[in-house]
């Protein structure tokens, strides 16, 4: 949305089963939290319609933990090449917590995601977090969700000179969005289509990175997705941005991001996974 080799190791509570001659044994009360998780393979990591893997594959892998009154904190992880690599780091760790509340067919989210680039040349200056909510609504086979991330001013959204590297204070970000899913009845299949909007400061970032590269844009996708024998899914998605390709490399142009040595970052591009729900 989203490696290292990325590889989680989940501790699952198992219930036994008892016989009718077990009378006066009760079953353990069930657990107040569940865990959930998936390890996943992408041929290239989209953030936003822009690649993060330098249109190469990605292995990603996610874990939550959430407790029955709604709250929740999980993790996820992926690797990163070429512009992706926000200060020359090969890995981006998500940390995550909120809370949801469904009632009937709504459901309210909310919370803050902190995105984190480790060992990479430029330390944590390209370390930033953000505030997200969502809303969406059920209806038969179809789910309609809109939602907004925003990243208040801080350190890794101010501007910096290419050239003398002085920095034009802290800027804020704001990415609003749509997406809509339609789950196909009786089927494993669902389609899914989401679009959405970048509000920022247009420049290099520090470490020549930048979570709005050409300020504000447009980015969108469209996909499907079938699940095999319960824990295996695969899907398949078209993603696109509004940039112009030659004014994105006018401005990112430097060669050791890798900007057009495998085809537009910014451009369209058919995206396929095989994704491991544990």
Known sequence: ??????????????????????????DPPSSSFTV??????????????????????????TVTVAHKSGFYVGAWSSNLAGWGKMG???????????YRHTLGAFTMDGGAIGYIYPAGG???????????????????????KLGFNVAPPQHALGRYDPVSL????????????????????????????????TSGDAGFGPNFASLSPTGGYWDWKIGADYTFVKHVKVGV??????????KFKSMWSSTDKGLGRN?????SAAIFSLTLLL
Not at 237 to 246: A, E, P, R, V, Y
């Open 1 to 26: 949305m989203r490696n290292l080799l990325f590889s989680s190791c989940f501790l699952m509570a198992c219930n036994t089963a008892f016989s009718p001659a077990n009378a006066g044994i009760t």
């Open 36 to 61: 959930s998780g998936s390890l996943s393979l992408f041929s290239d990591y989209r953030f936003r319609g822009l690649s993060r893997s330098n249109n190469h594959p990605a292995v990603q892998g």
């Open 88 to 98: 020359d780091s090969k890995m981006e760790i998500d940390v995550f917590g909120g």
């Open 122 to 144: 430029g330390g944590t200056k390209n370390n930033y977090f953000e505030i997200y909510g969502s809303a969406s609504a059920l209806v038969g086979p179809f789910t309609g």
């Open 166 to 197: 002085s920095k034009h204070g802290d800027h804020s970000n704001v990415y609003a969005y749509g997406e809509t899913d339609f789950a196909i009845p009786r089927t494993a299949a669902a389609l899914h289509g989401h679009i959405g909007h």
């Open 237 to 246: 998605w078209w993603s696109d941005t509004n940039i112009d390709n030659k």
């Open 263 to 267: 085809g537009s970052i910014a451009g």
